[in-house]
């Protein structure tokens, strides 16, 4: 299990979104469950939900809904835009971190639709802590492939590199670190998705707390 051991201090920290930084499972799982009713599949809960999701819509929904895909896409973002904000919810010690995190230059990159992700972000009054908020469809290509973290750190106008730590709760955050080429760091302990061996992390924190604490030490 990798531990935090000194390493040069962040010169730029990305975040993941969803169960990084808030949680938003229950809206999101009240979208999806909209679809499953309308195409007659069993519901899920919020917890699979959490486990099951990865990847973006465009690239998860043709291979669950066929050709239909774009009709169940429209019901899931119809249903989102009226329950996304209402369920939304912090990650322990995630206000701590933010401003922690405040000595250097932060940006979000989610495999969240970005208008939805933007919407979030100024619903809880976070833009300010933010220089880029880039979310799925902003660039080429959505997370595991490291275009969408390029593109955040050109709208930063900063480089790739082992100073650009990425923070993520999956494996797949952590494939993405490793593809743009920035240190790849778990939030959590990855039990959702297989666990922090299966995540493979450079850097791995309990929490958000924990995170505030190391970074307010280097």
Not at 88 to 115: D, F, T, Y
Not at 121 to 133: E, I, K, Q
Not at 147 to 167: C, D, F, Q, S, T
Request: net charge negative.
């Amino acid at each position: 299990m990798p531990s935090p051991e000194p390493v040069p201090p962040p010169e730029i920290l990305l975040y993941d979104w969803d169960n990084t930084l808030v949680d938003g499972w229950a809206g999101i799982t009240a979208a999806l469950n909209a679809v499953f009713v309308a195409f007659g599949r069993p519901l899920w809960r919020a917890d699979e939900t959490r486990a099951r999701v990865r990847v973006s819509l465009a690239e998860s929904f043709p291979a669950m809904f066929g050709d239909d895909w774009p009709r169940a896409r429209d019901i899931f973002y119809t249903t989102l835009r009226g329950e996304h904000l209402r369920h939304l919810r912090l990650m322990p010690g995630v206000e701590a971190l933010l401003a922690a995190g405040g000595r250097w230059p932060q940006g979000v990159v989610s495999n969240k639709a970005g208008a939805f992700l933007r919407a979030e972000v100024a619903h809880l009054g976070w833009d300010g802590h933010f220089r880029a908020v880039i979310g799925a469809g902003d660039a080429a290509a959505d997370k595991p492939d490291p275009a969408p973290l390029h593109l955040a750190l050109r709208k930063m106008g900063a480089e790739v590199g082992p100073h650009v730590w990425y923070i993520g709760d999956t494996a797949l955050d952590m494939q993405a670190a490793r593809a743009a080429g920035c240190r790849p760091v778990l939030l959590g302990d990855a039990s959702h998705d297989g666990g922090i061996a299966r995540a493979a992390p450079e850097l791995q924190f309990a929490d958000g707390l924990a995170l505030a604490a190391y970074l307010t030490a280097a």
